[in-house]
């Protein structure tokens, strides 16, 4: 598989110094966003320390999906992947 990532990667006009790179940061997205899928809904809830907190507990609060149907596993892979992709891009000159 490494094989053909490597080809699309260098026919897409990846320099080959900066192949194995990309696919490591990638790797390394996914994975994390795999274990990030498995975590408690409730890993960032300040509990009963809110108060000590409120700058985090707000963001938290306020970082929630909108719907029923969304995580914020999902919101965050999402952003994540498209900051990803478009720094990659920027790394090697590439404007859509």
């Not at 498995?38 to 306020?62: R, W, Y």
């Not at 970082?63 to 891009?89: K, V």
């Amino acid at each position: 598989m490494y094989e053909q990532v490597a080809v699309g990667l260098i026919n897409g006009g990846w320099p080959p110094e900066r192949v194995v790179p990309g696919i490591v940061a990638i790797e390394s997205f996914i994975y994390g966003s795999a274990l990030d899928v498995s975590a408690p809904e409730n890993i960032f809830d300040s509990g009963s320390l809110a108060g000590e907190f409120p700058t985090f507990t707000a963001a938290v609060v306020s970082s929630r999906p909108p719907g029923p149907d969304e995580s914020r596993a999902d919101t965050a892979f999402e952003g994540g992947l498209t900051a990803m992709i478009s720094g990659l891009r920027d790394q090697i000159g590439v404007r859509e």
